[in-house]
Structures are given as C-alpha cells and as structure tokens.
C-alpha cells in the first residue's frame, strides 16, 4: 500500500515544514501541494521541503498550461528533481474554469490541451516512450538543456471520465478527485480502459483514491472544518460527479452567494449532510472504516487530501499514528 497527504498551498512556509516533516515521520509515501491562483506558489513552498526533508516524495498538484506554458513547467519540474534528490512528482492539470477565471485566463480545448502538456512534459523529462502526438511548435531546439538526471513521473488531476481515460493512455500515474470516495471504482476503471486501450499494464500506472478527509476527537468541529472546504471549492466541482453524490451545481448556488457577500465561515452553515458526504468526516474509526472499503474495491493508494481536520497538525498525528498503523496491520494480517 501506498499513502499520501495532500494539503493545499495557502499554508505559511513554517506550517508546511512542519507539516511535512510529521508526515514524513509517520511513514507517509508522498506528500503533494497544491498551486491554486492567488496563493503561495507551490513551487517555491516545495523548494523549501526538499531541503527539509529526506525520504518522502514531493509533488505538485497541480500545474496547469494555461497560466504556465508548458515548456516552463518542464523547467521547473527537472530543477525540483534535481534538488529532491528524484524525489518530485509532477501533476499536471486543465485546473478550474472558475478559478483561471479570476485572473483573466480562458481555458478552450482542456481534454486536448492538457493530453499535449502531459505529452511533451513526459518527453522532455526523461520518458522512454511517447505516447500521444506533439505539437507543431516542438522540434529539435524544443528540449530541456539540464537533462533529468532520473525521468519525472507525469500524474494528470483528472475527475471526467474522458480525461481519466486519456491519463490512462499517456501519464505516469493519475490524481482521480473523488467526490465522494466510493466513486473510486468507476475512476480506475476509467483509467485502465483508456490504458488498455494504449497497450498498458495497470502496473504502470500509480492510480490513487484521491480523497477530502476531515478527522479529529472534536466531530463538531471535523464536520466545519470540511463545510467551509465544501463551501469554497462548491462552484468549481464536476458537474458529472456531483450527480453521481444526488447534487447539482445549483444546490451551491446558495452557498457561493453567501461565500462572496459573507465570508467563509457563514456559507460553511449552509453545508448540508448530501454536501458532507462528498468527503470522509469523523472520528479515527470513521476514517479507518471507509478507508478499508476503498481498499476493499481496489485501492492500492489511499491520498489524505485537506482539509484533514479541525486542527492540522492534530489531524496529521492522528493520521499517523492511529489510521495508517491499522491499515498497515490489515494487510500484514491478510485483512486488505
């Protein structure tokens, strides 16, 4: 089994160290930072871990070719490899409409402008084979001059069943946002009909259940903790996930409307149970049990993804020392 944190990129530097340094105690595998507009820039946050930190493997989710070209992505990924020591990973994404949109940014042709970055990404960080078409403006001089010293695994964020086949096709390995977790069946499946379809092995393919999680002793307090996540990102989830979780965008419309005339805390009131259960809310045992479902149906990386709890560092001891060592027992005791 393979576990990974996820935790987003407005977290100051001194709590992200720290965070990271915890995770990488507890014998997580991976620790991925986000780089949504208007934040810290993970890049520079992930700089600061490499130093930080020995083992665990680093990632950026995501990058997207729009507001970065892809060629620059390419940059900094190979620059990241060097100074982890080969520890990065590279997720790569279309991102949020509603989000490019804050800074201007029209996103056309997402499925086929993200497959071309995945593409070119792989070819200019070491990839062995390629996969997908290049496009007309890459040619001879269209090459890294610091060559990867080991190739970069290309991850795509993905959660419409076209663009996880497309990941299955092309990348290293796919971040499936689940909303809620036990849509995590249908994504792999998605993912390994398009690797099928490429000539693939699912084994060359890392494909974690990607999952919001909110715990801690304090269930109240878990439960705002993930309504005022729900509440922000409520505008920008898939439409075809929510009606797969009985939602639509418009049952967030009341809850962005607040969001922008109240604030965060007043639209996280107006989270109902449908809308909680988009992510895994409670105590250690709450967590554990729907944890070993998604194993059950096929897991084989369960990612903690934010708001992870009430208190973070709380949330990330907890994780630590009371999930993961009772996974762990499962599958040394044949349970998993």
Same mark, same amino acid.
Request: glycine share 10%; with cysteine.
């Given at each position: 089994?393979?576990?990974?944190?996820?935790?987003?990129?407005?977290?100051?530097?001194?709590?992200?160290?720290?965070?990271?340094?915890?995770?990488?105690?507890?014998?997580?595998?991976?620790?991925?930072?986000?780089?949504?507009?208007?934040?810290?820039?993970?890049?520079?946050?992930?700089?600061?871990?490499?130093?930080?930190?020995?083992?665990?493997?680093?990632?950026?989710?995501?990058?997207?070719?729009?507001?970065?070209?892809?060629?620059?992505?390419?940059?900094?990924?190979?620059?990241?490899?060097?100074?982890?020591?080969?520890?990065?990973?590279?997720?790569?994404?279309?991102?949020?409409?509603?989000?490019? $949109?804050?800074?201007?940014? !029209?996103?056309?042709? @997402? =499925?086929?402008?993200?497959? &071309?970055?995945?593409?070119? *990404? %792989?070819?200019?960080?070491?990839?062995?084979?390629?996969?997908?078409?290049?496009?007309?403006?890459?040619?001879?001089?269209?090459?890294?001059?610091?060559?990867?010293?080991?190739?970069?695994?290309?991850?795509?964020?993905?959660?419409?069943?076209?663009?996880?086949?497309? $990941?299955?096709?092309?990348? !290293?390995?796919?971040? @499936? =946002?689940?909303?809620?977790? &036990?849509?995590?069946?249908? *994504? %792999?499946?998605?993912?390994?009909?398009?690797?099928?379809?490429?000539?693939?092995?699912?084994?060359?393919?890392?494909?974690?259940?990607?999952?919001?999680?909110?715990?801690?002793?304090?269930?109240?307090?878990?439960?705002?903790?993930?309504?005022?996540?729900?509440?922000?990102?409520?505008?920008?989830?898939?439409?075809?996930?929510?009606?797969?979780?009985?939602?639509?965008?418009?049952?967030? *419309?009341?809850?962005?409307?607040?969001?922008?005339?109240?604030?965060?805390?007043?639209?996280?009131?107006?989270?109902?149970?449908?809308?909680?259960?988009?992510?895994?809310?409670?105590?250690?045992?709450?967590?554990?049990?729907?944890?070993?479902?998604?194993?059950?149906?096929?897991?084989?990386?369960?990612?903690?993804?934010?708001?992870?709890?009430?208190?973070?560092?709380?949330?990330?001891?907890?994780?630590?020392?009371?999930?993961?060592?009772?996974?762990?027992?499962?599958?040394?005791?044949?349970?998993?």
């Amino acid at each position: 089994m393979t576990y990974s944190l996820r935790v987003n990129n407005d977290l100051d530097v001194a709590t992200l160290v720290d965070l990271a340094q915890r995770a990488e105690r507890y014998g997580f595998d991976q620790l991925w930072v986000s780089n949504d507009l208007f934040l810290r820039s993970a890049p520079v946050l992930l700089g600061v871990l490499a130093a930080k930190t020995e083992r665990i493997k680093l990632g950026v989710g995501i990058m997207n070719p729009y507001s970065v070209h892809v060629a620059e992505i390419a940059m900094m990924a190979v620059t990241m490899q060097e100074a982890t020591g080969g520890r990065f990973l590279l997720g790569v994404a279309a991102g949020s409409a509603e989000f490019l $949109a804050w800074a201007g940014i !029209d996103r056309p042709r @997402p =499925l086929a402008r993200t497959a &071309e970055t995945v593409t070119v *990404a %792989r070819v200019l960080l070491g990839a062995d084979e390629v996969r997908g078409p290049l496009p007309d403006w890459f040619g001879p001089l269209s090459k890294l001059r610091v060559p990867p010293v080991l190739p970069v695994p290309v991850y795509v964020g993905a959660m419409s069943p076209k663009m996880l086949e497309m $990941a299955g096709r092309l990348a !290293d390995g796919v971040l @499936p =946002l689940l909303y809620p977790p &036990e849509h995590f069946p249908n *994504a %792999r499946a998605q993912v390994l009909r398009g690797a099928e379809g490429a000539g693939r092995s699912p084994d060359e393919l890392d494909i974690p259940a990607c999952f919001w999680v909110s715990v801690g002793d304090d269930v109240a307090a878990a439960r705002l903790a993930m309504a005022a996540k729900i509440a922000y990102y409520g505008p920008s989830f898939a439409p075809y996930l929510l009606t797969r979780a009985g939602l639509a965008v418009e049952d967030f *419309a009341p809850v962005t409307a607040v969001l922008e005339h109240e604030g965060l805390a007043a639209a996280a009131r107006l989270v109902d149970d449908r809308m909680l259960a988009l992510g895994i809310t409670g105590t250690v045992a709450e967590v554990v049990e729907r944890c070993r479902s998604l194993r059950a149906s096929g897991a084989t990386h369960l990612s903690f993804g934010p708001p992870l709890g009430p208190d973070l560092r709380q949330a990330v001891d907890m994780l630590g020392t009371e999930v993961l060592p009772v996974l762990a027992a499962d599958v040394a005791g044949g349970t998993g």
